[in-house]
Structures are given as structure tokens and as C-alpha cells.
């Protein structure tokens, strides 16, 4: 049977977290339930943790234990349903960001540029957008924007006109049929890394990933208790930006406001200045973990102003 999905940076995420034995806790990204599993390990019986995942997939690997809830949500609720089950603060969030392992071995979810499979890429069977519609219905001008800046790529326009001649004759509905399309706009020697960008763009757009992620960072600063810990794990650069702007400087831009007085106002202090990364050993045997950025702060105490 495949591995689910191998968690990274395990050790160093708990560490992050420092966790409390009777705290609340929340792991927004559950998947296999890797990291939930170790900080159930470190909690006492009356410790608590939350988790969300908005892949059905991932319920069924639910670990049956009474201080665990599992929501089948997208982690952008995260504040209205820690209320609903009873926690106005908490004492950490941890997010594992992206896709896991199953869902990219999973040909049908079209994630992967190294199966044919059809090009869904949704996350959540709940959203209705997947990225065939994308790539079959947006104006030329979208799929530019979204090329350039989720997949960053030189160029966007090339890329945007042969995918709607391409669609003009037939609708691409499969991973196969997008890769054959873009091949040849790919920058020689670098195909895969062209491929998978533009991958990584549909993907983004599919599931609304940096705004969600913003809506997390937003939450968790009014979430967490003073000395509570955000610990967030980003695998691409756009990613890491909204994550070490927003623990620098409680805003995305990462410009520190100050007061009068000349005290800035951020609602974070920095646990590790530089992204924590993998061991060399960790990368030899998962080399998903290869690109981890792992951020850590802690939330400051009597600091009530609002994340913007
Ligand atoms: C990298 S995996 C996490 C793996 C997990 N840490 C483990 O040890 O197995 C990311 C998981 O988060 C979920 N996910 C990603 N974005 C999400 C979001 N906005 N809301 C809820 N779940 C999300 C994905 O469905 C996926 O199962």
C-alpha cells in the first residue's frame, strides 16, 4: 500500500509549537494525521486539538481519540468553528500548506503532471471549479495574470494563446492533453520544472490558496492566546512570502507599523529568524520535504490591534 503521506519537518513542528500538555491546539492541514498524531502524544487528557482538512479523503484516516475533533473544512473557518466547539483562543496552529502526497499520487485528482488523469486539481469535492473549467473558460487575460503570478512564468502570454487555440478544437479535459499543449513553450532542459509551475498555478487558482492562506494568517492573530504559536509550513515562495511578511509585520506588505512612540505594532514576535529547513537525512528520504519552509512566531502579549 502507498504511504499516505510522510509528515515533514515532524520534530521541528512540535518544537515550534511547544506545546502545552493541557492546551488547545490546531492543525489545519490533517491529511494522514501525521503531525496531529504526535501533538495528541504530547497532550495530556485534558488537552484538545482541532483539526481541519477539507479533502474528504482525509477523514478516513481519523485517529480515534476523544480530545480530537476533525472538521471536513476549509481552514479559512478556522475561528468560527474553534468557538463552535468551545475555544475563543488557542494555545498553537500549525499548517502543513499544499497538497499531500495522496492527493498527488491520486491520477484522478489531476494534480500531477506525471499521470493522465483528468484535470480536476480541486482540493475539496465541494468546490465546483475545477481546472478544466479554468483553462477552457478563462479569458486570455486571466490565464496571463494567473500564469504570471502564481506560476511565475516568463512567458505567460505564449502560454495563455496556445491553450485557448488548443481549446478553439477540442476542450482539454486532461492532464496529458495540458501538458502536450504547453510542452512546447517550455524554456529548454527545464520542462519539467515549466510544466509543473503551470501546474502549480491552475492549482492555486482552483483552490484559492493564498487567500486562504491570508484568512488564516488574519485569524490566528486574533486566535491565539498571548505566547500562543503559529507554526506554518509553505513548499513555494508565494507561499513564504505571505507567511514571513505577516509574522514580521502583522500585514502582507511585511511594513512594520509603528505608534507614537515609536513601538511597532505587530501582533508577532519571531521564534527563529530564518525559515527553519530540513536535515539533509530527512531530504534523502522524503523528498517532499526538499522545499519545506518551516516559520514559527509567538503572539504577543496585550496586543490587541486587529491584523489588516
Ligand atoms: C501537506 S498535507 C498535510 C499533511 C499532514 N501534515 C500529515 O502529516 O499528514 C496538506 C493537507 O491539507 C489539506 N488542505 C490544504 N489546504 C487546505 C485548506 N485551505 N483547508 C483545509 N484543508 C486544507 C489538504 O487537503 C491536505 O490533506
Same mark, same amino acid.
Given at each position: 500500500?502507498?504511504?499516505? !503521506? ?7 513542528? =512540535? ?42 479523503? %482525509? ?27 468551545? !475555544? ?82 477540442? /476542450? ?53 492566546? /498571548? ?8 513548499? !513555494? ?9 505577516? =509574522? ?15 513601538? /511597532? ?26 522545499? %519545506? ?13 486587529? %491584523?489588516?
Amino acid at each position: 500500500m502507498l504511504l499516505y !503521506h510522510n509528515p515533514v519537518m515532524l520534530h521541528e513542528c =512540535m518544537e515550534g509549537l511547544s506545546i502545552k500538555p493541557d492546551g488547545v491546539y490546531v492543525d489545519v492541514t490533517y491529511g494522514s494525521g501525521g503531525h496531529s498524531r504526535e501533538i495528541l502524544h504530547r497532550l495530556n487528557e485534558t488537552g484538545k486539538l482541532i483539526a481541519f482538512d477539507q479533502d474528504e479523503d %482525509a477523514l478516513n484516516n481519523e485517529i480515534n481519540d476523544p480530545r480530537l475533533t476533525l472538521v471536513h473544512q476549509n481552514f479559512s473557518y478556522i475561528t468560527n468553528f474553534c468557538r463552535f466547539y468551545g !475555544h475563543a483562543h488557542v494555545d498553537g496552529i500549525l499548517a502543513d500548506l499544499g497538497v499531500s502526497s495522496h492527493q498527488l499520487d491520486m491520477a484522478e485528482k489531476g494534480f500531477s503532471t506525471r499521470f493522465d488523469g483528468v484535470l480536476d486539481m480541486r482540493m475539496s469535492q465541494k468546490n465546483e471549479r475545477t481546472a478544466a473549467d479554468i483553462v477552457n473558460n478563462y479569458e486570455k487575460e486571466e490565464l496571463v495574470r494567473i500564469f504570471r503570478q502564481y506560476g511565475e512564468i516568463d512567458h505567460a502570454p505564449k502560454v495563455a494563446t496556445a491553450i485557448i487555440n488548443q481549446r478553439s478544437e477540442n /476542450p482539454i479535459e486532461t492532464t496529458t492533453e495540458l501538458v502536450n499543449t504547453i510542452l512546447p513553450y517550455a524554456p529548454r532542459m527545464r520542462e519539467n520544472k515549466f510544466t509543473a509551475q503551470v501546474f502549480q498555478a491552475l492549482r492555486i487558482e482552483v483552490n484559492q490558496e493564498l487567500e486562504v492562506l491570508k484568512e488564516l494568517l488574519r485569524q490566528s492573530a486574533e486566535l491565539l492566546k /498571548p505566547e500562543g504559536r503559529l507554526v506554518v509550513m509553505s513548499y !513555494h515562495s508565494l507561499e513564504d512570502r505571505l507567511v514571513k511578511n505577516f =509574522m514580521r509585520a502583522g500585514n502582507f506588505e511585511g511594513v512594520v507599523e509603528k505608534d507614537f512612540y515609536g513601538n /511597532p505594532q505587530t501582533p508577532f514576535k519571531l521564534v527563529v529568524r530564518k525559515p527553519v529547513t530540513a536535515s539533509e537525512e530527512e531530504i534523502t528520504a522524503n523528498n517532499r520535504a526538499r522545499s %519545506a519552509k518551516l516559520r514559527i512566531a509567538e503572539k504577543i502579549e496585550f496586543n490587541n490591534k486587529s %491584523a489588516k
